[in-house]
């Protein structure tokens, strides 16, 4: 049984989709989960949620882009709750459009979010969870990252969160913090919901298991990832998608 009571978490992009879900689980599990997004609709209706089933969970708005408001983020945590164990970085867009067309807008949209944004998270709460001996940090990258048909400026950024992902792995180890990141198939999301009926019909019958993922499949994977029982996973790369990769 996963106990995350005490633990106080930080998931961005958590107003909604893939987020939620991590968010949801993880204050299932007992942890204070900063809900954090750009969207305050929506990410105070995460935190009611979580606090109407007796969680605990508060809002911190992010600009995961931003330098200044990420760091922020993870400052104000750490002021008002004397630490910060678990960093899921899950913020992200697409801007999808075959190499020859794509803007550099298109482009570095993409890469502030999906890379930088990442970078700017896991760089202040590095230096705290090395001073701590103690954290867990979850990268969200893609099936993606591998390569995929319009989204140049998408695979190139969730390959750099692999490559972000397992630098830090290695430099924090030895500190007793580990750095893992969830490669997420096809999940029924907000984001998927803008495909085209043809490319959802397409991805399905990709997919052996047949269906598209639910939120909570990557959130229970989290979840474990997390969890004291995962101290000894470190620098991993893991397909959550029915074995749409293999
Ligand atoms: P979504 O679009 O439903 O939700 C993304 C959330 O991130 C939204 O609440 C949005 O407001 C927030 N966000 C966007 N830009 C932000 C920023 N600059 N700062 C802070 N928050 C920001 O997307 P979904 O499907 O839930 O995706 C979540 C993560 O999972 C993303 O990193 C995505 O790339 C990744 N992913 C999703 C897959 C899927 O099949 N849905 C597959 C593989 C990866």
Redesign the pocket.
């Known amino acids: 049984m996963i106990d995350l009571t005490g633990k106080v978490a930080i998931v961005?992009?958590?107003?909604?989709?893939?987020?939620?879900g991590i968010a949801d689980k993880l204050a299932n599990l007992g942890a204070h989960v900063v809900v954090?997004?750009?969207?305050q609709e929506?990410a105070d209706r995460t935190v009611s949620q979580i606090i109407e089933r007796g969680g605990n969970a508060e809002v911190n708005l992010?600009?995961?882009?931003?330098e200044e408001e990420a760091r922020r983020l993870i400052e104000q945590t750490v002021e008002k709750h004397g630490k910060l164990d678990i960093l899921v970085n899950?913020?992200?867009?697409?801007r999808d459009t075959m190499l020859h067309k794509m803007t550099h807008n298109e482009w570095d949209a993409v890469i502030?979010?999906?890379l930088t944004?990442v970078f700017n998270t896991m760089q202040p709460a590095s230096f705290i969870m090395r001073e701590q001996e103690n954290g867990r940090i979850v990268n969200?990258?893609?099936?993606?990252w591998l390569g995929n048909i319009g989204q140049a400026n998408?695979a190139a950024a969730?390959a750099g969160v692999v490559g972000i992902t397992k630098t830090a792995a290695r430099e924090l180890g030895r500190k007793n913090v580990t750095v893992n990141a969830i490669?997420?198939?096809?999940?029924?999301?907000?984001?998927?919901r803008g495909v085209p009926e043809n490319v959802w019909d397409l991805m399905i019958s990709k997919i052996p298991m047949g269906r598209?993922?639910k939120?909570e499949d990557?959130a229970n994977c989290i979840a474990y990832l997390v969890s004291d029982q995962a101290s000894y996973i470190n620098g991993e790369v893991i397909n959550v998608g029915g074995g749409m990769v293999l």
């Not at 969200?140 to 993606?144: D, E, K, L, T, V």
């Not at 490669?183 to 998927?192: A, R």
């Open positions: 961005t992009g958590a107003a909604r989709g893939l987020g939620k954090s997004d750009l969207n929506g992010c600009d995961v882009s931003n899950n913020a992200g867009i697409n502030g979010v999906n944004g969200i990258s893609s099936a993606s998408y969730k490669c997420p198939g096809f999940i029924d999301t907000d984001m998927t598209a993922g939120p990557v």
